[in-house]
């Protein structure tokens, strides 16, 4: 048994801050957490003095293991840019355990991640939640799929229009995403009313027959204010769960957000003005977002941006309004259950998985040093 202590420990739970606590690990999950907990006999003790404790911080939106560092196009798996609508692609058939990146979230306290394909299709494939530690992605992962994968906007349009093929405009785009979700009605009906036996499998709307059957949501890339709507209107149309990817202009349309309870993964925020869509990108949106009652998760988007920097990407919407404890959700609690992960990670609680980081000072302080990390109960 582990027994770790520390002078502030941030649990994002109910109990909120402990101040000289102490959290029991046993076969890598929390056995007791509290500031009257006492260190059984023969427990392997860390004193972290007055250091602080967060839960294990959790990117909601990268590309580690299939957008690769370092190898050029070899390790660029994250577009299938031969065909507009691909929802059978699977994140975890991409994934190197091995990419660098991954080693850089583990050293910055970021103990799990989601990880996607990338925006060029209007529908991309299966989205995972995983861990950032270990040597085979199918040990690592915590929830898979988490979503399937759709880009509105300039990406898709650009990709297949330089291809002189559909779709090259919006509305192209909307309208593409609205034959598939028909295609995918008929299949589930014609599949449900199948007595013959005769009935043949589609691996394309077996995927997406789970957005339509709201077993899962449609993670949706959307910048702009527009697009973003475009994206609530036919969630609205087809009766499905959305969540919004980016959400760069999310503050222009806070309200609509928040009325139709749909959660926001903001950012890059850290990043030139590359193209149209971003020229808003303002660290102020997070802030405008939870304000307005979104649950609000922010994301590196990483290759785009560096992974290892997600808690100053944090400092910095702090910085611009953002409530510290909302900026401590929003690499926490919040993108763990908008993962659907947050009965193993995201908060410290009896119970769950031992994810946890350690800071010299303060979290939010870009100086502060990340002392120790653990995961499932391993310092790594």
Not at 40 to 46: K, L, N, R, T
Not at 94 to 114: C, F, H, Q, W, Y
């Amino acid at each position: 048994m582990l027994a770790i202590k520390a002078g502030k420990i941030e649990t994002m739970t109910e109990a909120g801050t402990l101040k000289d606590a102490v959290i029991l690990i046993e076969d890598g999950r929390i056995k007791a957490i509290g500031e009257d907990v006492e260190i059984p006999e023969g427990a392997e003790v860390f004193d972290y003095g007055d250091k602080t404790i967060l839960p294990g911080l959790i990117d909601a939106h990268t590309h580690l293991g299939i957008g690769e560092e370092g190898i050029g196009w070899e390790g660029r798996d994250y577009n299938e840019t031969t065909n507009p609508v691909t929802p059978e692609l699977r994140a975890i058939d991409a994934i190197n355990p091995a990419d660098l990146g991954l080693e850089d979230a583990r050293k910055s306290g970021i103990t799990s991640v989601m990880v996607a394909p990338g925006s060029a299709n209007v529908i991309g494939g299966e989205c995972l939640a995983m861990k950032t530690n270990g040597d085979y992605v199918d040990d690592m992962i915590l929830k898979n799929p988490v979503g399937i994968k759709a880009a509105f906007g300039e990406n898709p349009k650009r990709v297949y229009g330089e291809q002189k093929k559909s779709p090259s405009t919006r509305m192209a785009v909307a309208a593409e995403m609205r034959r598939v979700f028909m295609e995918t009605e008929d299949y589930i009906k014609n599949k449900d009313n199948d007595e013959n036996d005769s009935f043949k499998r589609d691996i394309k709307f077996e995927s997406l027959a789970r957005v339509i059957n709201g077993e899962m949501p449609l993670k949706t890339h959307a910048h702009r204010a527009d697009d973003i709507m475009t994206a609530l209107r036919i969630a609205d149309e087809f009766s499905i769960d959305l969540t919004i990817e980016h959400c760069t202009e999310g503050h222009k349309i806070a309200e609509r957000l928040a009325e139709a309870g749909v959660p926001a993964i903001v950012g890059p925020s850290l990043t030139t003005r590359s193209k149209v869509e971003v020229k808003d990108r303002d660290f102020k949106t997070a802030a405008v977002l939870a304000e307005a009652g979104v649950k609000v998760a922010l994301m590196s988007d990483h290759p785009v941006i560096p992974v290892d920097n997600l808690m100053v990407y944090a400092a910095l919407a702090v910085k611009a309004g953002l409530e510290r404890n909302e900026a401590y959700k929003s690499v926490t609690i919040n993108p763990a259950e908008i993962l659907g992960i947050d009965d193993r990670v995201g908060s410290l609680d009896s119970g769950k998985d031992a994810d946890l980081v350690v800071y010299s000072g303060d979290p939010l302080d870009i100086a502060a040093n990340v002392e120790a990390v653990y995961i499932s109960g391993e310092k790594i």
